[in-house]
């Protein structure tokens, strides 16, 4: 007897579909690992709207020519890390005064960026 469905077929189609729905979340996902960062680098490119999703993601980096960030001394917090600006490849100029960076790596290789 001759199944309708085949099973096989129906898998391979499930699987890709899965694939691909993670495959496309991963490309929203956010590179950035500081939550300060994030918030400066969403009101720089005024995508403060977005606050609660998964934005910006690397290709609104690209789109990154400033960033600023002063330390506050009222909340006293500060940022960590500057991991994921290696993906802002048109930035030009970073003010981040007084926080707890030890790692400027993310920022060798930025043709841009203007000592």
């Known amino acids: 007897m001759k199944r309708k469905y085949p099973i096989i077929p129906t898998l391979v189609f499930s699987v890709i579909a899965i694939l691909s729905y993670f495959v496309i979340n991963q490309l929203r996902v ?27 993601n690397k290709k609104d980096l690209k789109g990154l020519t400033r960033l600023s960030h002063h330390f506050d001394n009222e909340s006293k917090q500060s940022v960590h890390t500057l991991q994921s600006l290696q993906h802002a490849i048109e930035l030009e100029k970073i003010v981040i005064n007084f926080n707890e960076i030890d790692d400027i790596r993310p920022l060798k290789n930025l043709k841009s960026y203007i000592h």
């Open 30 to 56: 956010s590179p950035i690992k500081d939550d300060l960062l994030r918030q400066d680098i969403l009101r720089e490119l005024d995508l403060m709207e977005y606050e609660n999703d998964k934005t910006p």
